[in-house]
Structures are given as C-alpha cells and as structure tokens.
C-alpha cells in the first residue's frame, strides 16, 4: 500500500499570500495524483487531478506541480474562501486508493 | 444533473448491520467503478471499497474485508454497501464517489453529501 504523507498539518497564511502546501508518496505514483479541498460539512471537491491540471471551474490562482513522489499545490493569492482542508489522493497502484492526512489551511 | 445522493445512514449497536443506498443520476452508471469513502469524526478520508462497472470485480480496504460488501443495480443505477459485524471504529460519514472516467485510475470528480453511520451502545 501507497502512504501519502502531507506537510504541514496546519499552515496560517494571510489573505493574498501564497499558500505551499507538500504531499509524498512512498513510491512513485507517476502524475496520478489528486488534490480535493474540503470544508466543513461538505464533501470533498476535487480540484487538481494528473498532479497539475485543473478540474473544471476551478480558478487559476490553484496549481499543482509534481511527478514521482513529491508534489505541491500553490494556491497564489489566498481567498477567504480558501480556508479549508487540503488531501492529496494517489490513484496510480489501486486498490486501496489512498489519502494523506490532510493539511488545514487557516488564516 | 449530475450527482449521486447517499442514504440509509443511521446508529445501530456494536455487532449490527446497516445497508447504505446511492442513487445516482445524469450520467451512464454502468460504466463507472464506484467507490464508497469514509471520514471518521475529525478524521481524514478513508478508501473503503470499489466495484468495477459489471459488478464482477470489488475490493475492499483491509479494516472492512470480511466484513462489508459492496454491491451494484445498474437497472437501478445504484450502489450499495451492506455493513456487517460494526464495530465502534465504523463510525463515520460515508460517501459515495464516481472517478473522473470509466477506469478506475482516476481522481474522484463526483461525491455524494454523505451519509453518518454511527456505532454506538
């Protein structure tokens, strides 16, 4: 089983800062990762699939980056919106699909 | 539209049962392996189980082999998931979820709102 493993578990950032946000997998999982934000008492939404393209409607200011075992989601100017939880997903050797732990992003 | 829409959550005692319901709509059901995903109370996402379109091939996350079943109506364009032997650590919101194309590796682009289950005495 693929561990994903995300850092840090809480980042405070400002509104309009850049927010960095790290996920690692314990081998490699080629490009076939996922990042999902989730807020409170909703599901998750997906918002970067393939390492580093956009799901539909979600705004640019979201990037990904990444291949192998290491990726980044850079959000570059933070919204009040964006204060959520952050998991990284690895889809490459499935079953079992796997999650980090989360990173909460706050202000 | 789009979406699927979990149901049959509810409390049940250590050691019962519980079938949880998706219905889904919008899209062509049979093609897709679907998932079932949990979150623990503060907890993070979980995988729990995956049946690929035909219904003939599933899996199952270790914590629940044995135990849950997963299962497919594709006349009726819903997933199952039958919850035996539940133990405290099952508790959790459960979601349904759709990857973004027919096989299997692929992010999730479609969640369902979830629906809690919680095993308690």
């Known amino acids: 089983e693929i561990v994903m493993t995300q850092s840090p578990a809480t980042l405070s950032v400002s509104p309009g800062e850049r927010a960095t946000l790290s996920c690692r997998a314990s081998?490699?999982?080629?490009?076939?990762l996922a990042w999902y934000q989730q807020k409170p008492g909703q599901a998750p939404r997906l918002l970067i699939y393939g390492a580093s393209t956009r799901a539909t409607n979600i705004p640019a200011r979201f990037s990904g980056s990444g291949s192998g075992t290491e990726f980044t989601l850079t959000i570059s100017s933070l919204q009040s919106e964006d204060f959520a939880l952050y998991y990284c997903q690895q889809y490459n050797d499935w079953p079992p699909y796997t999650f980090g732990q989360g990173t909460k992003l706050e202000i | 539209e789009v979406q699927l829409l979990e149901s049959g959550g509810g409390m049940v005692q250590p050691g019962g049962s519980l079938r949880l319901s998706c219905a889904a709509s919008?899209?062509?059901?049979?093609?897709?392996?679907l998932s079932w995903v949990r979150q623990a109370p503060g907890k993070g996402l979980e995988w729990v189980s995956v049946v690929i379109g035909s219904g003939g091939s599933t899996y199952y996350a270790d914590s629940v082999k044995g135990r849950f079943t997963i299962s497919r109506d594709n006349s009726k364009s819903t997933l199952y998931l039958q919850m035996n032997s539940l133990r405290a650590e099952d508790t959790a919101v459960y979601y349904c979820?759709?990857?973004?194309?027919?096989?299997?590796?692929?992010?999730?682009?479609?969640w369902g709102q979830g629906t809690m289950v919680t095993v308690s005495s």
């Open positions: 979820a759709r990857p973004r194309g027919f096989h299997g590796r692929n992010a999730f682009d479609l």
């Open positions: 919008g899209f062509t059901f049979s093609g897709y392996a």
């Open positions: 081998q490699s999982v080629s490009s076939n």
